[in-house]
């Protein structure tokens, strides 16, 4: 028996993931309304639509789906196993389509100053300020990419409007996103750890500085500074050319640049977290707006 509802289940989730880009929110939002109401009645009411034409969505959204959401019983309208599976995403759904809509809805004006930290895929956030940019061409987006020691700050003052802020801890705001910190080298390369660790260095009162020195000295690893420079790209190029490792967001890897495995001696690394501050000054619309765009694309993301 158990393991046929965990095949029903896993049918449904394959179907939800098949289809939810061809489901009608209508149907979804019927689905919903039944399911808090336990009522065909109740529902129509509240979406002030016949009793018919909620029957119809539903039937719809089962025969998408190919199972069976609800089942009567003396309470009314009761979820199935698979309705219960399915009404958190549903109502997630619903979300990410209203906060979709709310971008497009209004033509703003004016200028978001934008701090970006350089570790971050500036491929994706660019083109989510691009979009912004496009969809409201009356907006003028100056963005400010480096280090993000001083963006909490800058927000604060008023200085920045919005700042994306990375750190191994959330200090403030909202949480974006979380990557794996790797060590990284030059792929093809044998690096001897058993003596002095050739360590390639951000020049710049960071976290990023003090993280791998940290990282050695805990695990008793000596290390030597085989470069150093204010720029994360040019770590991130000395380590791939093969003259130094050190540490990178996952998601930089790529080409010459490989992780290295923890199992040649080097400690393990804490969490990257990635969060968004948004200045009191600086809590307009069309700011808010904006957080809402980086915030609903790095869910898309992550999912």
């Not at 009356?138 to 800058?154: D, E, L, M, P, Y």
């Not at 949480?175 to 050739?198: C, H, M, T």
């Not at 009162?205 to 720029?231: G, M, T, V, Y």
Request: net charge negative; proline share 3%; aromatic share 4%.
């Amino acid at each position: 028996m158990v393991d046929i509802v965990l095949e029903n289940r896993n049918n449904l989730i394959a179907n939800i993931e098949k289809n939810e880009r061809t489901m009608n929110s209508d149907h979804l939002k019927s689905f919903v309304k039944i399911a808090e109401s336990c009522s065909l009645t109740v529902a129509a009411g509240q979406l002030h639509k016949t009793q018919s034409t909620i029957s119809v969505q539903l039937k719809n959204l089962e025969e998408t789906l190919d199972t069976k959401l609800f089942k009567r019983s003396s309470k009314g309208m009761e979820l199935t196993d698979e309705g219960q599976l399915l009404l958190p995403r549903a109502k997630r759904i619903l979300d990410e389509m209203s906060e979709a809509q709310r971008l497009f809805k209004k033509k703003f004006e004016g200028t978001i100053r934008i701090g970006v930290p350089d570790d971050y895929d500036n491929g994706r956030l660019e083109a989510i300020l691009a979009s912004f940019a496009r969809v409201h061409p009356g907006v003028r987006i100056v963005a400010t990419s480096g280090c993000t020691a001083n963006f909490s700050k800058q927000v604060n003052e008023g200085l920045l409007d919005i700042a994306v802020c990375s750190g191994t801890e959330i200090q403030s705001g909202d949480a974006l996103q979380e990557e794996r910190i790797v060590w990284a080298g030059r792929s093809g390369v044998e690096y001897d750890l058993s003596n002095k660790v050739p360590l390639a260095l951000l020049e710049r009162q960071c976290w990023w500085r003090n993280l791998p020195i940290e990282a050695l000295d805990s695990s008793n690893l000596d290390h030597f500074i085989a470069f150093k420079c204010e720029s994360f790209s040019g770590v991130c190029a000395a380590i791939s050319s093969g003259i130094a490792i050190g540490p990178v967001p996952e998601s930089t890897l790529g080409g010459n640049l490989v992780e290295l495995p923890l199992s040649v001696g080097l400690p393990q690394l804490p969490m990257l977290r990635r969060y968004i501050v948004l200045s009191n000054q600086g809590r307009n619309e069309a700011s808010q707006t904006l957080r809402e765009a980086i915030l609903l694309q790095s869910a898309s993301n992550i999912q």
